[in-house]
């Protein structure tokens, strides 16, 4: 059993790579995600969100049982950057459970 206080970090690297990203830096719970003209900060996350930085578009890998506090939290933030939420199994599936707004 993975303790829900630590951040999916393993997971969402593993994700992103599956996705067909290019996926760089390794400063711990946070990298960056690349594919065609897309960039994306991705942050795992658990209860301790923070978005300052530039406007890049965001994504929160979190587990399942975070993800309505997350949004929650992301929400009252009311910043301008695109964002998005994953949630994490612990058997390593995931939905997407929020999507940044298609143009």
Not at 76 to 91: P, R, S
Request: hydrophobic share 35%; proline share 5%.
């Amino acid at each position: 059993m993975v303790p829900s206080s630590t951040p999916p970090s393993d997971e969402a690297r593993e994700i992103f790579t599956d996705l067909g990203y290019e996926v760089t830096g390794d400063a711990g719970n946070s990298f960056r995600a690349a594919r065609e003209w897309k960039e994306i900060d991705v942050l795992a996350v658990t209860d301790d969100v923070r978005t300052e930085g530039d406007d890049r578009m965001r994504c929160f890998v979190t587990w399942n049982d975070h993800v309505d506090r997350l949004e929650r939290a992301l929400v009252a933030e009311d910043h301008g950057e695109e964002w998005a939420v994953i949630g994490v199994a612990e058997n390593g599936d995931y939905e997407v459970a929020r999507a940044p707004p298609t143009a």
